[in-house]
């Protein structure tokens, strides 16, 4: 028996599909997948991430430490609420974690690492906080639940604390809005609109049932992946890892080169690295051919092997298979994957796929 989180129940009493999922027991779906990945991109669908941690990095040396941690500049934060996506690098720039930061003060940010990365980040976060003036707390006592699509908005605001609705109603995206130990982002992992809320654990499961009572679908694992796919986004331990750098991973755009100055963790080894032709690109494929592309499936151009899938899956916007890939820098804008013994005909494209529930890809 894994992990499992206080909407557990709920789950059940849901009638979800329980499956083990980075030592946690957690919702693969609770009937369909399909019409759970279309009812967040046409209506309204909530993901448990309560398995996810929140950790809130205090003090007056705060700001300083995780521009030391991070290798995204928080200094760009320059207005509470702003949120920041970032990695997390080892000191040969391998990707620790990839997270998102909040600035919610001048000595508090918070952060969202995943869960099963949530010990290693933990124990690496506390290493290199010794010389900071800073305190790192990881909040058990929160729980975490993703309320996403075009339609969330609408359901999830009247179901919050009425001291913060205004506020959330007027969020931008990407900022985030506090009140006692509720907070609200307009974040997410899907392509959609939607908010990510930490909330006590104890007013979990009454979030959950409310938003279900509103007319937001529970939605599982499965759909969380597939949307996440169409979206462009990484998933860590797939895309990228401790042996990855952003530089190989699409995430180039989440390194602050400047100011020059700035010695974060994991920069002199990146910075050797910067513009160098021998670094992989990384890339989107759509499968011509019948099939559906898996994670790992080798990748050609002609006799060459060029790289190889690192996410794959089948696409239920686009109703083809995609996936995401490492491959040479001289790639084209077409490849083949073997599938089977057999080398099927791919077009390389650049994700995301698809966001806000429109193709961005020629079918």
Same mark, same amino acid.
């Given at each position: 028996?894994g992990?499992r989180t ?10 979800a ?17 399909? =019409?759970?990945h ?5 209506d309204?669908?909530m993901? /448990?991430?309560c398995h ?6 205090t003090?007056?040396?705060?700001r ?6 991070l290798?995204n500049d928080?200094?760009?934060?320059k =207005? !509470?609420?702003?949120?920041?996506y970032?990695?997390m ?9 990839d ?8 000595e508090w940010?918070?952060?969202v ?8 980040d933990?124990a ?15 909040? %058990? ?9 075009p339609?969330a908005?609408t %359901? ?5 604390p009425?001291a913060m609705?205004e ?21 997410g992992?899907?392509?959609? /609109? ?9 007013d979990a499961?009454?979030l ?5 009572a509103a007319?937001?679908? !529970?939605?599982?694992? #499965? ?20 042996t990855?750098?952003?530089? =190989? ?8 080169? =400047? !100011?020059? /100055?700035?010695a ?5 080894p990146?910075?050797?690295k ?8 990384f ?15 080798k990748?050609?151009?002609g006799?060459?092997?060029?790289g190889?899938?690192?996410s794959g #899956? ?24 073997e599938i089977?013994?057999?080398?099927? %005909?791919a077009?390389?494209?650049? !994700?995301?796929?698809?966001?806000? #529930?429109k ?5």
């Open positions: 028996m992990n206080v909407l557990y129940d709920a789950h059940n009493e849901m009638g599909r329980i499956v083990p999922f980075g030592g946690w027991d957690m919702p693969l779906h609770y009937g369909s997948q399909l =019409e759970e279309h009812v967040v991109r046409r309204a669908g993901f /448990d991430v996810m941690t929140v950790v809130d990095l003090g007056a040396g705060a300083e430490f995780l521009r030391y941690l290798a928080v200094a760009r934060l =207005e !509470p609420g702003k949120a920041l970032s990695c690098l080892n000191q040969q720039g391998g990707v620790i974690d997270l998102i930061v909040y600035f919610m003060g001048d940010f918070r952060m690492v995943n869960a099963a990365t949530t010990e290693k933990l690496w976060i506390n290493q290199q906080a010794g010389a900071f003036e800073v305190e790192v707390k990881a909040r %058990k006592d929160l729980a975490m639940i993703a309320v996403q699509g339609n908005l %359901k999830a605001i009247p179901l919050l009425k609705q506020a959330v109603g007027e969020l931008g995206v990407f900022k985030a809005a506090s009140h006692a130990d509720w907070f609200v982002a307009r974040t992992y899907t392509g959609e /609109d939607g908010f990510e809320v930490m909330l006590p654990a104890t499961v009454a959950w049932k409310g938003l279900a007319g937001v679908a !529970p939605c599982g694992l #499965g759909a969380r992946d597939t949307l996440r796919l169409e979206a462009g986004m990484n998933l860590y331990g797939s895309d990228m890892d401790e990855i750098s952003p530089l =190989e991973a699409g995430l180039n755009w989440t390194i602050a080169w =400047e !100011p020059a /100055d700035r974060f963790i994991g920069r002199e990146l910075e050797a910067r513009g160098d032709q021998a670094n992989r690109r890339v989107g494929l759509v499968l011509l051919d019948r099939g559906v592309l898996r994670d790992h499936l990748l050609f151009s006799d060459q092997a060029i190889e899938i690192t #899956g089948f696409s239920p916007t686009l109703e083809k298979s995609i996936a995401l890939a490492r491959v040479s820098q001289q790639t084209g804008d077409s490849c083949e994957v089977r013994g057999k080398r099927l %005909k077009r390389v494209v650049k !994700p995301p796929f698809v966001r806000h #529930g193709a961005l890809v020629e079918i």
